[in-house]
């Protein structure tokens, strides 16, 4: 029943505002997400809660009686939430200071933007440094000799100190819009109708390119690269412009991409975390709390993952 499922904090957020503003225009400007993704999410949450929220008129929305009846007790949950953050932050002497992060290069473009959006939010007096490479090897050289505070990577398989795992990101496929594949009606495709084609694929140093080969190597052959480069982004625009396929994670696809993006069946994942030594625990729990808060696939991308 709709009543048993838990409401989201960030969707009782995005329903607060967009009360206040009267305007999904308004509401999205405020939260700073595009209007689509901001009626997704209160699609979402009329669901949940399995009444209409808003009546939507041509100049804006008005609180429909079940929607006025949930804005006091959204208005509450988000104050106890605030309250709870300031608590813990207090508690954990993260009010002022320096966040140094070393993540890779795969990461920095998907997730890490969203962790940090949601850091500053948290913790606005923490200065933020952070440290991109191509391999993992790199990024945890930067922890162990005390020039970063955190990593953003892959979950680690023999970490000695304080792992927070992340979940699971799922890996899609971008091809150019003209290309055979993208006619598909249900955007998916198994990894080994690549086989023949010319990818578009990480620099050979590039720790990601290691994780394509292996997975491409488990489905029987060896990618033929057509062009690389060591930019996620790069790897998407290339891709989409004809050069050939390319791999990337959901949440590195922005949404007004040029080309199609198709899903993998069956699905490609990869298990990240936040990792620190142990003197850094803490540090690395409180950042760990805002990724996990992020998106691993953004609202454009995750339908063709359902």
Known sequence: MADEIPLNLRQLQYFTVTAESGSITRAAERLRISQPSLSHQLRTLEGRVGAVLFDRKARGVVLTPVGRALLPGARAALQASEDARRSARAAAGLERGELRIATSLSLALGVLPYA???WFVVHPGIEVTVHEHSHIDLVEAKLLSGEADVVLAQHP????????????????VVVAHGDPLAARTTKRIAIDELRDRRWVLPAVSDGFAQFIEMTCAAAGFVPNAAVRSSGVGTLVALAASGLGPTLVPANAVPEHVPGAVLA???PLLRRI???ATPVNERLASAFAD???SSHLAPDHVAPLLA
């Open 116 to 118: 940090l959006r949601e």
């Open 157 to 172: 398989t023999d970490w000695p100190g304080p792992v927070f795992d992340l979940g699971e990101e799922q890996m899609v």
């Open 264 to 266: 993998l069946d069956p």
């Open 273 to 275: 975390a936040v990792y």
């Open 290 to 292: 805002c990724a996990r």
